[in-house]
T-cell receptor
């Protein structure tokens, strides 16, 4: 299994541009998440999904959109990029079995908006 | 609301010293899960341990040990005989049963182990 994969690894955007961060998992996990990590900070939840077709906002959703058309994929869309969105973005997934609540993280995407 | 506090922002030790990273959590739920993740300089998040709220047994894994105390809402992490490779940012996190199992992270403790 590849686990959780994210593309791209690095990206530089100009203010006002848009882009989609890709996330895929091959573990048949129902739950998927997007977090952002600002320098010197912990991770903050942007959006999450409990299954295909179901998404919900996390702590810091403004400026982002998500979709979940399949179990495997959970792309994060940035519209009108702003410098405040400069961050490292992590995608994660988990299955919801009794006693098993570990979240598996992707390698991250480092995004700079200038 | 859930909250995780890691009061130690940075810790610096000399190799072979023991070091304890503190984690204090807040939740009103009776069923919850606590985690520790390691983030080495390469940036990925490495899962270390998961502990549920009904299991207060301490756990030891090699040089790592965890002390979970519900009475003080703490889940501390000790590295014995630290090594340079232990240098990383360590995050404590909390999730509750039911709903989305969203993880709430502390701000992390940066550990530097000097040779």
């Amino acid at each position: 299994n590849a686990g959780v994969t994210q593309t791209p690894k690095f990206r530089i955007l100009k203010i006002g541009q848009s882009m989609t961060l890709q996330c895929a998992q091959d573990m048949n996990h129902n739950y998927m998440y997007w977090y952002r990590q600002d320098p010197g900070m912990g991770l903050k939840l942007i959006y999450y999904s409990v299954g295909a077709g179901i998404t919900d906002k996390g702590e810091v959703p403004n400026g982002y959109n998500v979709s979940r058309s399949t179990t495997e994929d959970f792309p994060l869309r940035l519209e009108l990029a702003a410098p405040s969105q400069t961050s490292v973005y992590f995608c994660a997934s988990s299955r919801r079995l009794a006693g098993d609540y570990e979240q598996y993280f992707g390698p991250g995407t480092r995004l700079t908006v200038t | 609301a859930q909250k995780v506090t890691q009061a130690q922002t940075e810790i610096s030790v000399v190799e072979k010293e023991d070091v304890t990273l503190d984690c204090v959590y807040e939740t009103r739920d009776t069923t919850y899960y606590l985690f520790w993740y390691k983030q080495p300089p390469s940036g990925e998040l490495v899962f270390l341990i998961r502990r549920n709220s009904f299991d207060e047994q301490n756990e030891i894994s090699g040089r790592y040990s965890w002390n979970f105390q519900k009475s003080t809402s703490s889940f501390n992490f000790t590295i014995t005989a630290s090594q340079v490779v232990d240098s990383a940012v360590y995050f404590c996190a909390l999730t509750t049963q039911g709903g989305s199992e969203k993880l709430v992270f502390g701000k992390g403790t940066k550990l530097t182990v000097n040779p």
